[in-house]
């Protein structure tokens, strides 16, 4: 496939829950596109709508409060939001397949790992259960198990965390997915174990050319994995950017805030800034800017009115006043329209 080619386009997709007294927007006409064999990383604060949108993606946003209100998800050339729920039900863990950070959450545990292994093969592939438990040993060998066969008998609860999360990995893969979405994937796993899981990643998408969506809070694993990154704020993307730009020039003050608030191999660990605040919730977004509150930059226009998501240069994008033509940070606050 062409190296260009859309694996997968999200346009103005919002995601809102309903409650009796007010409707609260928790991902706000987000846009992204992930190309095929490419790693794109999602990263952004605790609540600033991450899960919530491959949730969305995957249509398993929580009914019936959830509800994905506005925007298109284009996967195969088709809608995904325009397709019936049954079709969904071949796309998830066929054509997209999801990992969560807790893989206790996601195995049932009074399933074997080959059972689950099996069930997952057996559904969308033609395959008898001795074919089946074949394949899942493949499975299993390919994200690195050596002892495969006797695992293929033990029950989630006689593994170690990262263990099970190589189990995950490896029934996300088992129907080769077009897209993998990794929410998370390694924040449970101590450091160790961490760094298996990204090697594993990295070795699955070079050698299967996969198309990766890589959500998590910590730049380190995106330094590790991602080609290219979308920064979220309050259920907005506010800059978008190939890895070398974001970590070379962030644009967004909130970037730069989680690039200071990152630990430096050459520097002491008490000189870690963290940006000071918290994510607003849905319910107390701010009328102007989301993170005008938290700006050490903000201006008198980023109160009043919402910054747009510009392409500044070819491939980088951000939402900031800062960098829209017109808006002067002299207290003179035009705003060019
Ligand atoms: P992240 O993954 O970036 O930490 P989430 O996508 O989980 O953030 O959450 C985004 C926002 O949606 C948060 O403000 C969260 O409180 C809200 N939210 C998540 N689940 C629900 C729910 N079931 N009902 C109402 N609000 C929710
Ligand atoms: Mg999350």
Known sequence: MDQQQNVIELKEVTTSFYSRKQELTVVDRVSFNVKQGETLAIVGESGS???MTSLSIMQLVPAPNGKITNGEIIFNGEDLL?????AMYTVRGNDISMIFQEPMTSLNPVYTVGEQIREQLMYHQPLS???AHQKGIEMLERVGFSRAKEIMGEYPHQLSGGMRQRVMIAIALSNNPKLLIAD???TALDVTVQAQILDLMRNLSNEYDSSIILITHD?????ELAQRVVVMYAGQVVEEAAIEDLFDKPLHPYTEGLLNSMPKLDEEQDRLQSIPGAVPTPDNFPV???????CPY???VCTKEQPTLLEKESGHKVRCFLHEEGVVNDGEHERSS
């Open 49 to 51: 709508g991450k899960s």
């Open 82 to 86: 325009k397709k019936p729920e049954k």
């Open 298 to 300: 903000a201006m008198e």
């Open 219 to 223: 730049l380190g694993v995106v330094a």
């Open 184 to 186: 998370e994937p390694t």
């Open 288 to 294: 102007g800017c989301r993170f005008v509150t938290r």
């Open 129 to 131: 259960k001795r074919e």
